[in-house]
């Protein structure tokens, strides 16, 4: 099925967005677990059957919400990088502007965050359409660090990550190829780079920080650019990379 809910006849008549922007309502009362088909029909004045011809089953309209959240979310990042792209920015200041454009996305849509980054869903399992707008936001990341490294703003790492290699092939693919040493195990640093950011903004988005740190928004970009000192990139704190 076409999770997007599209075809001609919805297109004219709109309804699909409007089921996904009353489910999107009942995300911030009701939570993801919460979310029914016939609950968005209440919601939304809609009789069931008409939802139905739509999304079919509850796991359609969240799997047409998870890609919504991680194409938007994704485009903020994507959209902010190529602003600072434009500004000549470092390969450390476009990736400050990246994630805090994904911060400034977390807070403006908290229910949507949740879904995507928060607890799973009981008895939902999300398909494989979802891994493309998902890798969006990790896409952004290599990237800046590709870049970081071709223009040669990286520095060494002082040692390798041990052992076999530990990617899976699509990570590799994502970064365009492993690069040689020093730098062969950056793609693993990434991932790590991508893992802290996204826990980072969970601990901010559930008020985990802000009984522990006086300015949270600095706190951030701070955490981010330690974070990046994994991959051998400096992020310039106390600039304006908006």
Known sequence: MDVSGANAADENTGQPEVIKATARQ????????????????????????????VFPHRDDLLTALVIDAYNESGAAMEQADQAAGRADASAGARLLAVTRALRQWSFDNPAEFTLI???????????????PPASRTPAVLAGIVRSALEAGELTPPRRAVPGPPLLLPEAVELFGGVPEAPFSDVIERGIVLWSSLIGLLVFQVF???????????????????VAAEGIGLVVPLGENTD
């Open 26 to 53: 009942l995300l911030v009362k009701l939570g993801a677990g919460g979310l029914s088909l016939d609950a968005v029909a209440a919601g939304g004045g809609l009789a069931v059957v008409d939802v139905e011809a």
């Open 117 to 131: 980054y928060g607890s799973p869903v009981p008895d939902y399992h999300a398909p494989q359409e979802t891994v």
């Open 207 to 225: 008020s985990r920080t802000h009984d522990s740190v006086r300015d949270e928004s600095a706190f951030f970009d701070y955490a981010v650019a």
